[in-house]
């Protein structure tokens, strides 16, 4: 008997907090959307009809007007290390090749004008990232959605453009299982290479980056499949994965390529190779046309951009902002950038060449200076910002206080910026993102109004929970509970406890019916009198 | 005994939404299997110039693919799930009440928890034998040698389920909703309106494990109320 009491309390509280869950969670949700919606419609009925943010430039000087064109110029570099600029007008409708360009050189003197097919030098060309899609597009993928989570399939293509052999990459997996065009198995193709059986195939490590091309000869795709550690160059038409490179535990951070794909006349003058960065920012350069990998001893102390281009002798550009900090140093940059924004600033690019052993020696250097951007916004978009700041800081005094502090705690740790200080949380989890992306939008941004809207809610649920209290400890629970979700765990506690009050028969304050007695006096509820005819109660 | 025989009686009622649904996801389902199938050859065609880059995206199974249940038949299945737990709950938990006979349901030689534990069991075998046989049927045709390219994934078979169990979710809510004694303005719909959240969290995880910890949770929400409030209910 004891027993099924306790169980029957056990069961009851926890249907109580569940109910509780369900309704916070319901609420909160409304107000949240709500909030959103107020934030997203309000302004939009100042926005202003001129698109353009900003007024008129004011007009710069003689040496600010060349200083402003030299930072504008694309900075090319011929194969002796000649510095050459090239000021392309805005054109967006003549196609590349007939747009006009002009040639000066390092003090912005006049060398050629023409059109850029016509130019009369070839410049050294530089790696760059390849596009490609990255293991989180891949995670993305996996989504359980209705139409079900998807992975990639490379095919393997005949000359008549008929797909031939479909090899599909099994995610849990981590390799790839191929397929002809009947559907039979044809094996598995992992790390280790082909395999007919599944025992014998290895697991790729947690993949990283991919990236694909069609080579000239052929149409089957080929794709450069970079993981941890690792990159790999998969042909699935010769059934081949090469390893290319193998970081040996210091993980590969960036991956940049010039002509390895052979793809585009442009590069079809410069050697093939793979530039890659390790995270303790070690370069690596792999050629082809000989095969040869080389350490580049670049400084560790840089960090802006570098770019690498080879033909007979390989080079490298190094450029940047002085006084730039890392991008790592996240916190460290937006400072400087708030600070900087609208200062004049300090840019070099430079040239270096690279010996067979990997060492720089400096060959040309430009230094130049970015004018200050004294462009000033136009009144109406500052008001629209402004209404845009007042609707955000009204619409979020609803929202809990707890947003604030969690906020607060996420932005000190910076985990709301990665490594490279874009907005991209740090955490994978696609749950945590969606948290902290609504504690970044919607955590109070007047943390005044919000918390004496908060009081004012604690109060009301004082006020209304005092004639109808049980228990103390429950009367704490719902003031530290709204104390904490403001609008939401206000209309929380009305919804689960806005009972019926009566006046006591003895004192005649208000009392509930959720308990025998009356809180204040002790009283019982009143009896009906019984009466003779009462079959029950007499 | 008893039990069976309210079971029978639950599953009678629950027959003809049953049927509809099952012949609905059946008879739709084979239309958009036959038109992918005609659509096989086309989708075994691959245009790409050579020397170009590609982008990854194209590599996508479901982009330039093949002949696999997920593209035709999940949002169906989707669908068919929700509209079988929102009639299931309807005619096991509102009709009652909009009809006045929950007495007679109630007051009968057994507790209301086995009154209650066979409405749910009853639930669960529809989405069973229903929704879940066409979809096993469905997956099984696919994977037959010659008519997908490629066989489908097994993942795809869960996910399936998982898309079945949506559907209990919103019979859930929806029963909860049933049962609640407020007023609609109220919190009545509140069962219905956490089963929508649950169900959008559902598809919204990445791996199979996260979607059966958000169900596991959602259930654990929902059950326990259902069971409170059917057994204190007023009738």
Known sequence: MEQNMISQNISKYFQATAKILMVFIVLITIVLILEGIIMGIIPTFFYPEDRDRFLAEPELTEIEQKQQQINKAQKHFLYDGTLHLVHEPEDRITHIDERKIEIYDKNYDP???????????????????????????????????????????????????????????????????????????????????????????????????????????????????????????????????????????????????????????????????????????????????????????????????????????????????????????????????????????????????????????????????????????????????????????????????????????????????????????????????????????????????????????????????????????????????????????????????????????????????????????????????????????? | MRFTALLKKELRECLPWLLTATVIFLLIGTVLFQERAQRNDYYSNWQTNPGSEISAYRFKGSRFSQLDPQIPVGPLLFVTSIGLGLSLAGRGFWMPGLSRTWSFTVHRSVGRMTILTTKICAACICFVIGPGLVWMLFYWYASRPGVSPIPPRGRVFIEGWILIATGLIVYAGAALSGLSSAKWYTTKMFGLGFSSISLFFVILQRSLPECFIVMIIGFSILLPQIINTFLKKEL
């Open chain 1, 111 to 538: 060398l050629w004008t023409g059109k850029r097919k016509d130019k009369p030098h070839s410049y050294l060309s530089w790696s760059r990232s390849p596009q490609g899609i990255t293991s989180e597009n891949l995670k993305d993928m996996q989504t359980v959605t209705p139409v079900f989570s998807d992975t990639l399939v490379i095919p393997v293509i005949s000359e008549k453009s008929r797909i031939v052999q479909r090899w599909r990459y099994e995610h849990n997996k981590k390799y790839f299982t191929g397929y002809d065009s009947g559907g039979k198995l044809i094996g598995y193709l992992g790390p280790n290479g082909f395999s007919k059986s599944e025992s014998q195939v290895e697991p790729f490590e947690e993949l990283s980056y991919i990236t694909a091309w069609t080579p000239k000869k052929t149409l089957s795709p080929v794709i450069l499949w970079q993981t941890k550690n690792q990159l790999f160059q998969i042909n699935f038409a010769d059934h081949d994965c090469e390893l290319l490179f193998d970081a040996q535990g210091r993980q590969i951070d960036r991956v940049m390529l010039n002509n390895w794909r052979q793809i585009g006349p442009e590069y079809s003058s410069n050697r093939p190779f793979i530039h890659l960065k390790t995270k303790n920012e070690k370069h690596f350069l792999l050629l082809r046309d000989p095969s040869r990998q080389i350490v580049l001893k670049i400084p560790q102390e840089w960090y802006q951009g570098i770019y690498i281009a080879a033909r007979d002798r390989i080079f490298v550009k190094y450029q940047g902002t002085k006084g730039m900090p890392k991008r790592k140093d996240w916190k460290l940059w937006q400072e400087w950038f708030k600070e900087n924004r609208n200062k004049a600033q300090e840019k070099w690019v430079e040239l270096h060449e690279v010996d067979d052993a990997g060492n720089l020696t400096p060959v040309n250097r430009l230094d130049w200076t970015q004018p200050a951007n004294r462009s000033q916004k136009r009144p109406e978009w500052k008001k629209y910002e402004k209404i845009q700041t007042i609707t955000n800081k009204c619409a979020t005094s609803f929202s809990p206080p707890l947003f604030g502090l969690v906020n607060k705690y996420f932005a000190e740790k910076g985990l709301y910026y990665d490594v490279h200080g874009r907005y991209r949380q740090r955490f994978r989890n696609l749950n945590i993102k969606m948290i902290m992306d609504i504690l970044l939008f919607l955590h109070p941004a007047y943390r005044a109004a919000n918390l004496s809207l908060t009081l004012i809610m604690m109060c009301l649920v004082f006020w209304h929970s005092w004639p109808r209290r049980t228990w103390y400890i429950r009367l704490i629970f719902w003031l530290v509970f709204v104390g904490l979700f403001n609008l939401a765990g206000f209309l929380t506690y009305m919804a689960l406890n806005h009972t019926p009050i009566i006046r006591c028969s003895e004192c005649g304050k208000k009392r509930s019916l959720e308990r025998a007695d009356c809180p204040q006096c002790g009283g019982l509820l009143a009896v009906p009198e019984k009466r003779s005819t009462d079959l029950i109660m007499a």
